[in-house]
């Protein structure tokens, strides 16, 4: 583990992003924080999480992904993948480092291979920091997600005013040796003791001890059937909040754009809780707020669980619970289960 002094920070970022782009979490004029790119001035905000995830610099809102140019009846395919420079993401935190397994699990660990998103991972360095302060709407432990030991290409503490950098990857190691000449070798203690006061502040916050045993593919039936869907989702707006702060959240549209000359072809983010969201030429597969509803919950709960050995798709980040305007989140939802009697398909 290496260490350099707390006020020593600014020139640890100058000394990272004058061989790259360099981003980390600043506040913004609502008085929360998003990422931006470091550059002389900005400081990094001390706000527990941004608005939207890391996600973003991997899975962008929109994304190009081919040009058609047009000439008659003769149409040329300009593939505007581009090689990517390497960039650096500082402060992410561990329930953000963790979604990112989640839809490599999708993006590209299943084929076809997302190319797209593939090649931003591979240029992607994340330094991630250690939580000291968690939210009342905080779970992550619940997942078995370490806020006091996150994972990334570099995992970062802050204490007794030291930053604490101990590499992780191959990519890790690079970033660390191209800045080791600013870094001394130091000892754990002080990093230990703040993973104790840490996890002994995690372990009191009211979400943590949710019961998720219900959740298992032998239920799912029995839970899709549900009785609580109604009243669960009587109130829901449909807005899709609640799915684009997710950093688990993966869903897209393909759109075409006229430009006159030819037509440029992009995704964007789509959210189940639309209602056009799937719609093919027949109809839409779910035509009410409660089918939406309940679907965006039985997938992060059962449905991806069922094929990805048990891994929920949510990392207990809260943003779900703090943007929602109806006040309506899966804590909820994983409460309303766990008191509403389950009987499996195979125990009738």
């Known amino acids: 583990?290496?260490?350099?002094?707390?006020?020593?920070?600014?020139?640890?970022?100058?000394?990272?992003?004058s061989k790259g782009p360099l981003y980390i979490p600043v506040d913004n004029n609502s008085g929360k924080a998003d990422f931006k790119r470091w550059e002389k001035g900005v400081q990094m905000s001390k706000a527990l999480k941004t608005v939207r995830s890391a996600k973003d610099f991997f899975f962008p809102k929109t994304e190009n992904l081919v040009n058609f140019k047009m000439?008659?009846?003769?149409?040329?395919?300009?593939?505007?993948?581009?090689?990517?420079?390497?960039f650096v993401v500082f402060g992410v935190r561990a329930c953000d480092a963790a979604s990112f397994a989640i839809v490599d699990d999708v993006y590209i660990n299943m084929k076809p291979v997302d190319t797209y998103y593939k090649n931003r991972r591979e240029h992607g360095t994340v330094v991630t920091?250690?939580?000291t302060d968690p939210a009342q709407t905080c779970f992550c432990k619940l997942y078995d997600i370490d806020a006091a030991d996150p994972k990334g290409d570099v995992s970062a503490w802050i204490a007794d005013g030291n930053v604490y950098l101990q590499p992780n990857t191959d990519k890790g190691c690079k970033l660390i040796d191209s800045v080791k000449f600013m870094l001394k070798d130091s000892e754990t203690k002080a990093v230990e003791s703040q993973q104790t006061a840490t996890r002994e502040k995690i372990s009191n916050l009211p979400f943590v001890k949710l019961d998720l045993s219900k959740y298992s593919g032998e239920n799912m039936l029995a839970i899709f059937n549900s009785k609580v869907w109604d009243n669960l989702s009587e109130a829901c707006l449909g807005c899709g909040t609640c799915t684009?702060?997710?950093?688990?959240?993966?869903?897209?549209?393909?759109?075409?754009?006229?430009?006159?000359?030819?037509?440029?072809?992009?995704?964007?983010?789509?959210?189940?809780?639309?209602?056009?969201?799937?719609?093919?030429?027949?109809?839409?597969?779910?035509?009410?707020?409660k089918e939406r509803f309940?679907?965006?919950?039985?997938?992060?709960?059962?449905?991806?669980?069922?094929?990805?050995?048990?891994?929920?798709?949510?990392?207990?980040?809260?943003?779900?619970?703090?943007?929602?305007?109806?006040?309506?989140?899966?804590?909820?939802?994983?409460?309303?289960?766990?008191?509403?009697?389950?009987?499996?398909?195979?125990?009738?």
């Open 1 to 17: 583990m290496f260490s350099l002094p707390l006020n020593e920070l600014d020139t640890l970022f100058e000394t990272i992003g």
């Open 294 to 348: 309940r679907q965006r919950f039985m997938h992060k709960l059962v449905y991806y669980p069922m094929d990805h050995k048990g891994v929920k798709s949510c990392v207990g980040c809260g943003r779900c619970l703090e943007s929602c305007p109806i006040h309506m989140n899966i804590v909820k939802v994983i409460k309303t289960i766990d008191e509403t009697p389950v009987q499996s398909e195979g125990a009738k």
């Open 71 to 86: 000439n008659g009846k003769k149409i040329e395919v300009e593939d505007i993948r581009k090689e990517l420079e390497d």
């Open 129 to 131: 920091l250690a939580c």
């Open 244 to 289: 684009y702060v997710c950093p688990t959240c993966m869903c897209f549209d393909v759109r075409n754009f006229d430009t006159g000359d030819g037509i440029k072809q992009f995704r964007c983010w789509d959210s189940c809780m639309f209602s056009d969201f799937t719609k093919m030429a027949a109809a839409n597969p779910r035509l009410t707020q």
